[in-house]
């Protein structure tokens, strides 16, 4: 799945249009704990999170990260989405919960995070 077919799944919208919609999105994940993050994000995640602020973007961008979405319709302010714009990181906006977003994405068949064993 690419960044275009999940904001078509989860009916998100689009918060940082420079991104490109052709990046694979390779799994799902749902954590608002940064450092918890860092620990288990992967290239390819599309991350859920509630966190709006500056480290959100630098934690997507450290890991390669496809997107960021934010459930609820929280929204980010101004200087978080143009450091975004600068780094490529998609940020998409939705009013659906993370519960909601996580389903979608599981029942299109989108894995979550592979465990490390």
Not at 98 to 110: H, I, N, R, V, W
Request: aromatic share 4%; hydrophobic share 45%; with cysteine.
């Amino acid at each position: 799945m690419n960044i275009r077919e999940l904001i078509e799944l989860t009916g998100a919208r689009n918060m940082v249009p420079e991104a490109s919609l052709e990046t694979e999105v390779t799994c799902g994940y749902t954590c608002d704990l940064l450092s918890w993050v860092m620990a288990h994000g992967r290239a390819g995640m599309a991350w859920i999170t509630v966190q709006t602020h500056m480290n959100v973007i630098a934690v997507a961008s450290l890991m390669e990260m496809a997107a960021v979405i934010v459930p609820e319709g929280i929204e980010m302010e101004g200087p978080t989405l143009e450091k975004a714009r600068e780094e490529g990181i998609c940020v998409l906006q939705s009013d659906k919960t993370a519960f909601e977003l996580c389903a979608l994405m599981a029942q299109s068949g989108l894995p979550g995070t592979p465990r490390e064993g």
